[in-house]
């Protein structure tokens, strides 16, 4: 009935993903305007909180192990890279897949985040679990708040 359903030509100027854009620029989604937006599909997602003793980022990469994400921290700026592989029902058969709509990007990709200054990269841990990585960076001794003790005169 359908035949074979294949995704819209998106390169002339009047496709699909023009169209989007277009609306999207006059009814831009609710928050889109944060100053702490990103971009439609970046990946992975990142969120980023701070303790008194500690900067914390987790990365939240569905589908993606330990040994398949690279983290490096050069001059306050964590880069994390990687690459995410069609699973291996894309992987295999024809060029006709049997989707209607895929989402899922396949590739290479990279982040690179500023963090705060004052952050000890030597101890810095990053732990993974059901594709959240989380990456702890301690803050130096000497930027961590410290309490003073009021004496009575």
């Not at 995410?84 to 985040?113: K, L």
């Not at 990269?121 to 059901?130: G, I, N, T, Y």
């Amino acid at each position: 009935m359908f035949g074979d359903l294949r995704r819209f030509d998106t390169g002339s100027p009047w496709g699909v993903d023009w169209f989007r854009e277009w609306l999207d620029e006059i009814f831009p989604e609710p928050g889109a305007t944060d100053i702490r937006a990103v971009p439609r599909g970046t990946y992975p997602m990142i969120n980023i909180g701070r303790t008194d003793d500690a900067v914390r980022v987790y990365v939240f990469a569905a589908g993606l192990t330990a040994g398949d994400l690279e983290l490096s921290l050069q001059d306050n700026v964590l880069t994390v890279r990687g690459e995410r592989n069609a699973a291996a029902d894309e992987s295999e058969g024809d060029e006709r897949r049997p989707y209607f709509r895929r989402e899922r990007a396949n590739g290479g990709f990279a982040r690179s985040i500023a963090l705060p200054e004052g952050l000890d990269a030597d101890r810095a841990e990053a732990r993974w679990h059901h594709g959240v990585f989380e990456i702890t960076l301690p803050k130096r001794e000497e930027l961590k708040p410290r309490r003073i003790e009021i004496q009575a005169a």
